[in-house]
């Protein structure tokens, strides 16, 4: 595998918890041209419009005290929530942008499906249900809980602001695209569509409303793909065997299409990404929050085993997808530009699955697919704009500049402006941004997530030396480290400021800016011989009874 395609690989994996954000960064997304109008697919999104605005309407009858806005009220099950972190995952680049991976490069791309797949829930189950027992709202809750309130908040809140906000961005920016592509609609008018429904979810339903949405996405996501798998499968009487036969037949890989490739042709880049992908996961603000919306620990660990068979079986369905379209598309002169089999599939390479549905299931099964990408857009914006508006009203306003003393309604008051601000943020940088490539705010996003956030979080949970000092000291470490790995990379230094070569050859920052931080929180605590952090030190044994039983826990409120 040569670099080009390591990278393209590698920027489709970054694509997976993603929406749309690596699809836009991709050539074939960049290339894409507007389509006809989908009335199919318009016509279907509407409906959903239409139900998620009914649920944002009920919850906002059930959204009335600050637990309620921020998680729900604790009142999630596991299942749903299982279903609404699966959500997360099982993203519109998931469904096309793998899928056409499969389709091109074959078993390489179902051996990133893993190497991704297996490192998430070990990381989870080691923090689903200490992040319950300990965490409130925000997983400030946690880092701050025996160290400095406002200094650890407001480090951990700039290292959220910033993942939320570049991932909202690459978002913002994947969307108008995708929808030029499926709908047919401008992108301004994509991205007004976008914001606005955002920020009715968030503002008025909180997290009761941006749950629901995530969940009717996943069920619709899983609909979809299952039934364009189950219709392609018919065409080779369901046998695997007969599909993975023709296949290498008629691939230009012939039987190597079940071989891995040079998958670590460039191990550093894949290492790298690989371990911002697993970890910075784990530091995500968003994927963080949804733990706290269940009943107990007992319900967050259900919600990541539920989550895990959500997604792996999801994984497999867009694999046979893929490896069906080798056959149903790749043989259909209809799908290429000028009918030309060797030529370039009508829409850019990411269009694969849009392709096959149409092709097994006609206009309808097109439209359906189509909708179902722009509501998972929607579903994952909303759940960021969340996030982002909670490390600004909880740890930011409530904690830091009133120290504790906000009354509960002006909290949510001030997160509802918080949310609005990020929407037209997020509109007006994506307009902004239209033109660019955004590849770098994915793994910028990442990367801070694995070297700011999660660092500090998980020796938080299980370090009983760290202090106020060591967590300031690797927490911004990783965040500054992180951004300045991208920046100097190909992704920003020749790619943005169009410089001739990288200062720092890699793509992705996680291997260098995880392990400073790491390095710096431990070095730094070690060293810190304070009489504050000697107490933050022995307030370790109180947080260790908390994490274990989940006295003191917030309670479920019931919905």
Same mark, same amino acid.
């Given at each position: 595998?040569?670099?080009?395609?390591?990278?393209?690989?590698?920027?489709?994996?970054?694509?997976?918890?993603?929406?749309?954000?690596?699809?836009?960064?991709?050539?074939?997304?960049?290339?894409?041209?507007?389509?006809?109008? /989908?009335?199919?697919? %318009?016509?279907?999104?509407?409906? $959903?419009?239409?139900?998620?605005?009914?649920?944002?309407?009920? &919850? &906002?009858?059930?959204?009335?005290?600050? @637990?309620?806005?921020?998680? !729900?009220?604790?009142? %999630?099950?596991?299942?749903? /929530?299982?279903?609404?972190?699966?959500?997360?995952?099982? @993203?519109?680049?998931?469904?096309?942008?793998?899928?056409?991976?499969?389709?091109?490069?074959?078993?390489?791309?179902?051996?990133?499906?893993?190497?991704?797949?297996?490192?998430?829930?070990? *990381?989870?189950?080691?923090?689903?249900?200490?992040?319950?027992?300990?965490?409130?709202?925000?997983?400030?809750?946690?880092?701050?809980?025996?160290?400095?309130?406002?200094?650890?908040?407001?480090?951990?809140?700039?290292?959220?602001?910033?993942?939320?906000?570049?991932?909202?961005?690459?978002?913002?920016?994947?969307?108008?695209?995708?929808?030029?592509?499926?709908?047919?609609?401008?992108?301004?008018?994509?991205?007004?569509?976008?914001?606005?429904?955002?920020?009715?979810?968030?503002? $008025?339903?909180?997290?009761?409303?941006?749950?629901?949405?995530?969940?009717?996405?996943?069920?619709?996501?899983?609909?979809?793909?299952?039934?364009?798998?189950?219709? &392609?499968?018919?065409?080779?009487?369901?046998?695997?065997?007969?599909?993975?036969?023709? !296949?290498?037949?008629?691939? #230009? =890989?012939?039987?190597?299409?079940?071989?891995?490739?040079?998958?670590?042709?460039?191990?550093?880049?894949?290492?790298?990404?690989?371990?911002?992908?697993?970890?910075?996961?784990?530091?995500?603000?968003?994927?963080?929050?949804?733990?706290?919306?269940?009943?107990?620990?007992?319900?967050?660990? #259900?919600?990541?085993?539920?989550?895990?068979?959500?997604?792996?079986?999801?994984?497999?369905?867009?694999?046979?997808?893929?490896?069906?379209?080798?056959?149903?598309?790749?043989? /259909?002169?209809?799908? $290429?530009?000028?009918?030309?089999?060797?030529?370039?599939?009508?829409?850019?390479?990411?269009? +694969?699955?849009?392709?096959?549905?149409?092709?097994?299931?006609?206009?309808?099964?097109?439209?359906?697919?189509?909708? +179902?990408?722009?509501?998972?857009?929607?579903?994952? +914006?909303?759940?960021?704009?969340?996030?982002?508006?909670?490390?600004?009203?909880?740890?930011?306003?409530?904690?830091?500049?009133?120290?504790?003393?906000?009354?509960?309604?002006?909290? *949510?008051?001030?997160? #509802?402006?918080?949310? %609005?601000?990020?929407?037209?943020?997020?509109?007006?940088?994506? *307009?902004?941004?239209?033109?660019?490539?955004?590849?770098?705010?994915?793994? =910028? !996003?990442?990367?801070?997530?694995?070297?700011?956030?999660?660092?500090?979080?998980?020796?938080?949970?299980?370090?009983?030396?760290?202090?106020?000092?060591?967590?300031?000291?690797?927490?911004?470490?990783?965040?500054?480290?992180?951004?300045?790995?991208? +920046?100097?990379?190909?992704?920003?230094?020749?790619?943005?400021?169009?410089?001739?070569?990288? *200062?720092?050859?890699?793509?992705?920052?996680?291997?260098?800016?995880?392990?400073?931080?790491? =390095?710096?929180?431990?070095?730094?605590?070690?060293?810190?011989? @304070?009489?504050?952090?000697?107490?933050?030190?022995?307030?370790?044994?109180?947080?260790?009874?908390?994490?274990?039983?989940?006295?003191?826990?917030?309670?479920?409120?019931?919905?």
């Amino acid at each position: 595998m040569n670099a080009s395609r390591l990278s393209r690989l590698a920027l489709g994996l970054a694509s997976l918890p993603l929406s749309a954000a690596a699809l836009a960064a991709g050539p074939a997304m960049e290339a894409a041209q507007k389509q006809p109008l /989908n009335l199919h697919a %318009i016509g279907m999104f509407f409906v $959903f419009v239409l139900m998620t605005l009914g649920i944002t309407y009920w &919850a &906002a009858s059930r959204t009335k005290s600050a @637990s309620d806005f921020y998680t !729900a009220g604790g009142g %999630i099950t596991g299942f749903q /929530n299982g279903l609404a972190i699966a959500g997360d995952y099982m @993203s519109a680049a998931t469904l096309l942008g793998l899928t056409a991976m499969m389709y091109a490069q074959g078993v390489d791309a179902y051996i990133y499906m893993i190497a991704f797949f297996v490192g998430w829930p070990i *990381i989870l189950f080691l923090m689903a249900e200490r992040l319950r027992n300990l965490g409130k709202f925000t997983f400030a809750d946690i880092t701050a809980y025996r160290l400095d309130q406002g200094k650890v908040r407001t480090m951990a809140a700039v290292s959220s602001l910033t993942v939320v906000c570049f991932y909202l961005v690459a978002q913002m920016v994947g969307a108008g695209q995708l929808i030029k592509l499926l709908f047919g609609l401008d992108y301004t008018v994509a991205l007004f569509v976008v914001g606005a429904l955002m920020m009715v979810y968030v503002t $008025f339903g909180g997290m009761v409303a941006t749950t629901w949405v995530q969940i009717i996405k996943a069920c619709m996501l899983l609909l979809g793909g299952t039934t364009v798998m189950l219709l &392609a499968l018919s065409q080779f009487g369901f046998s695997f065997e007969a599909l993975a036969t023709r !296949a290498m037949e008629v691939h #230009k =890989l012939g039987p190597k299409l079940f071989n891995p490739g040079s998958l670590l042709a460039d191990p550093v880049t894949a290492i790298s990404l690989g371990l911002g992908l697993m970890f910075g996961t784990a530091g995500l603000p968003h994927i963080l929050m949804r733990f706290f919306t269940v009943t107990d620990a007992k319900e967050a660990r #259900k919600s990541v085993l539920y989550a895990s068979g959500i997604i792996a079986y999801f994984f497999n369905v867009i694999a046979l997808m893929g490896l069906a379209a080798i056959l149903i598309v790749g043989q /259909n002169p209809q799908y $290429f530009e000028g009918g030309d089999l060797a030529g370039k599939i009508v829409g850019g390479g990411n269009m +694969v699955a849009m392709h096959l549905a149409h092709a097994v299931g006609g206009n309808l099964l097109l439209g359906f697919l189509s909708a +179902v990408a722009f509501a998972t857009i929607l579903a994952v +914006v909303a759940g960021l704009a969340l996030a982002g508006a909670s490390a600004i009203s909880h740890d930011i306003y409530a904690r830091v500049i009133m120290k504790g003393r906000a009354s509960e309604t002006t909290e *949510i008051r001030v997160s #509802k402006f918080a949310t %609005i601000g990020l929407g037209v943020v997020a509109v007006l940088l994506g *307009i902004v941004f239209e033109k660019m490539n955004v590849a770098f705010m994915v793994a =910028l !996003a990442f990367g801070v997530a694995a070297s700011a956030n999660f660092p500090v979080l998980i020796l938080s949970m299980y370090w009983k030396g760290l202090t106020t000092r060591g967590a300031l000291a690797g927490g911004y470490l990783g965040l500054f480290s992180a951004v300045t790995f991208v +920046v100097l990379s190909k992704s920003v230094w020749v790619d943005v400021l169009g410089n001739a070569a990288p *200062i720092f050859p890699w793509t992705q920052p996680a291997l260098f800016s995880m392990p400073l931080a790491f =390095l710096a929180t431990i070095v730094v605590s070690l060293l810190d011989s @304070s009489h504050k952090a000697r107490s933050e030190r022995e307030a370790f044994e109180d947080q260790y009874v908390r994490a274990q039983t989940g006295v003191g826990a917030a309670s479920a409120a019931a919905h």
